[in-house]
Nanobody
């Protein structure tokens, strides 16, 4: 069983920065694909960024050049550095762990960007 706990969300003005963290329990973090998703009110959940076990990354077009996903396998922790935040980035941000048929989600952390 894997538990994912996000932190680091909050209220920030447009143009500001936040760093999200996702702490994972268990022993499969380093061999899993990890991702950040977000869901805004009334909208579908969307992929923000993903990082594979080898460190390859991929980003949604809307966040390229502003967000950076990274991980620390020694700490079992996933990060999302968010810069130049925009009001349209406002959403609940969720951490995801995927390994084969295994798929785990955190509870999410709220990010609100004011204009």
């Amino acid at each position: 069983q894997v538990q994912l706990v996000e932190s680091g969300g909050g209220l920030v003005q447009a143009g500001g920065s936040l760093r999200l963290s996702c702490a994972a329990s268990g022993s499969i973090f380093s061999i899993s694909t990890m991702g950040w998703y977000r869901q805004a009110p009334g909208k579908q959940r969307e992929l923000v960024a993903v990082i594979t076990k080898s460190g390859s990354t991929n980003y949604a077009d809307s966040v390229k050049g502003r967000f950076t996903i990274s991980k620390d396998n020694a700490k079992n922790t996933l990060y999302l550095q968010m810069n130049s935040l925009k009001p349209e980035d406002t959403a609940v941000y969720l951490c995801n762990l995927h390994l084969g048929v295994l798929n785990y989600w955190g509870q999410g952390t709220q990010v609100t960007v004011s204009s």
